[in-house]
């Protein structure tokens, strides 16, 4: 049956009597992606089977029917409501490229629609506009369209290829708010306009401005945005030590000699503290040379980080000097065990001196030893030459307590630790 067919179909083809429901589709798409090809039949078909094929429909160029209505490469749909047979070709290659043909079986001839498949590399542009910013910054991209498409969908995404673009759009015209993005639309002057704020380096890359052609390939350009490091007139790094003073340099452009400088805190400009406030910073200009003085007294652990010193209060870029300051913590320990050490050497050799004497003293004792008649004549005298002094200190003792018998008791004489010491070796010696 087939075979009929096709003998009949390139007989047709080539006499011109093909009969076609419509003119030639002309489709479109790109390497490495998807098309879909759709065919409107009339009424009265809608049970009828259709199917799709290429070049001359032989029996091999039969690509889908509505019996098949899936493959790896093919996949078909018949909205009978709409009376339109869609076939979505996907993975596409140069190859894909050429004529097909949508068919409606029937008995006798069939009915066939030709379809042109056009297929563009997925890529662009050869032109691309530059377009540099700094973090912090907003920054329009502008894209330029013929008058013929003013009431045509325009987009924006990012990124380089063609045939995904619109469905990863970050806005569309009909879409013009998207977090940090904005579009906007001048008809007038043909342009439409993608504002991005906040910038980052993230934001960095390739964009692709498109207008929707619907069967046709869209339109595009390419624009690539580089976003910078906010920075400076030159990035400067400063240390200093903890309860010390430190100063360091900030310079700027000759033309801001007569603009207010100014000191702050912060990783980021957009959280940058002012800190002159502080008794502890000053900051200084002599007028004449194309830097101020930044004065820290008394820097503390606390004080290391990020800082700021700038004279444009605008935040131009590359009017700015970014510090990175690195405070160290006083090493107390070191001061303070060395004298320590040394007390307690002092202490050590004092010990070993006095008892070096004491056992010198017992020694020269040990060596001579007192007389036999030496220490009776000491005791015999001792004890009866004191005699007279005990008897009468008793009796005064006695007369005071008769004489005051609610007085206070009498005083006893404190005696230090080292004359008990001296007599305790003193009696050792006569008990020898």
């Given at each position: 049956m087939w075979r009929l067919q096709n003998l009949l179909f390139t007989l047709c083809v080539a006499l011109g009597c093909v009969i076609s429901a419509r003119g030639v589709i002309l489709v479109t798409g790109?390497?490495?992606?998807?098309?879909?090809?759709?065919?409107?039949?009339?009424?009265?078909?809608?049970?009828y089977e259709k199917y799709l094929c290429k070049?001359?429909?032989g029996d091999n160029d039969v690509l889908i029917t509505t019996s098949q209505l899936k493959n790896l490469k093919y996949s078909a749909c018949d909205d009978k409501k709409a009376r339109t047979f869609t076939v979505t070709i996907s993975d596409l290659t140069s190859e894909d490229a050429g004529k097909y043909w949508c068919g409606v079986t029937r008995t006798g001839q069939d009915i066939y629609t030709e379809v042109k498949l056009k297929l563009a590399p997925d890529s662009c542009c050869d032109t691309v506009t530059k377009i540099q910013s700094y973090e912090g910054y907003s920054e329009d991209i502008i894209c330029s369209y013929e008058p013929r498409y003013q009431n045509y969908l325009k987009y924006i995404c990012r990124g380089n290829r063609s045939s995904t673009c619109l469905e990863q759009a970050l806005i569309t015209s009909d879409n013009k708010q998207n977090g940090r993005i904005k579009f906007n639309d001048d008809k007038g002057s043909g342009k439409f306009t993608m504002t991005i704020t906040s910038l980052t380096q993230s934001d960095s890359g390739t964009y692709l401005c498109g207008v929707q052609k619907n069967s046709v390939l869209d339109v595009f350009s390419a624009v690539e945005l580089n976003v910078k490091e906010w920075c400076c007139v030159n990035p400067n790094t400063a240390s200093g030590t903890a309860g010390y003073p430190l100063t360091f340099q900030c310079p700027y452009p000759s033309q801001h000699h007569d603009n207010s400088k100014f000191l702050c805190k912060g990783d980021h400009r957009n959280n940058c503290t002012n800190v002159t406030n502080q008794s502890r910073f000053t900051v200084q200009?002599?007028?004449?040379?194309?830097f101020f003085l930044v004065m820290i007294t008394e820097l503390e652990t606390a004080d290391a980080g990020t800082y700021w010193c700038g004279s444009d209060s605008q935040w131009r870029v590359e009017n700015y000097t970014k510090v990175e300051l690195s405070v160290e913590a006083v090493h107390y320990a070191v001061y303070t065990v060395v004298p320590v050490v040394l007390l307690i050497c002092v202490l050590v050799i004092?010990?070993?001196y006095k008892c070096h004497n004491v056992r010198e003293t017992e020694a020269v004792m040990n060596r001579n030893p007192p007389k036999a008649e030496d220490v009776i004549d000491a005791e015999e005298g001792g004890i009866y030459g004191n005699q007279e002094f005990v008897v009468t200190f008793k009796q005064q003792s006695a007369l005071n307590h008769l004489d005051d018998p609610g007085g206070d008791e009498p005083d006893y004489k404190n005696f230090t630790?080292?004359?008990f010491y001296c007599n305790e070796n003193y009696h050792k010696a006569n008990k020898r």
């Open positions: 790109y390497v490495g992606g998807k098309v879909n090809v759709s065919c409107a039949y009339g009424h009265g078909y809608e049970s070049d001359v429909c200009d002599d007028g004449f040379s194309h004092i010990y070993k630790t080292e004359e």
